[in-house]
């Protein structure tokens, strides 16, 4: 194991023990393991947040026409995300990246942001009708 693949787990590690800590889980987040997601709605895939430019291509290819953003400035630093080229590449290719942050592993902010949040993310697709079902 490389020094650099040695942090990026141990940044992993740490993360994953906070988040196990404060939400009583025992779920574990490998950040190295690159971006994931899965579809929940037709028109809807929930995930892991985005990490290189490469990954909003791989969302256009599944159809994706939103990038509904969660995390926090704090948790893309963490784990040292650019999301400069990010957003650059969403442009690009018309995928709108709408950030809406939420305190990560914090049921309280949780109950408080997540219903603007649906709010706007409903918004945000109402003004895309024509988005295709996701793949």
Known sequence: M??????????STEYSE????????????????????A???DRIIVGSCLQTAADVDTLKNEGVGIVFCLQEDKDMAHFNLDLGPILKRAEEVGIKHVRN???????????????????????????RPTDPEIG
């Open 2 to 11: 490389t020094e650099t693949d040695a942090k990026s787990d141990a940044t």
């Open 18 to 37: 906070v988040m196990k800590k404060k939400m009583g889980s025992t779920l574990t987040y490998k950040h190295e393991d690159g971006m994931n997601y």
């Open 39 to 41: 579809k929940a709605f």
């Open 101 to 127: 942050p939420i305190r990560d592993f914090d049921p309280l902010s949780l109950r408080r942001h997540l219903p603007e949040a649906v709010k706007r993310l409903a918004a945000e697709m109402a003004a």
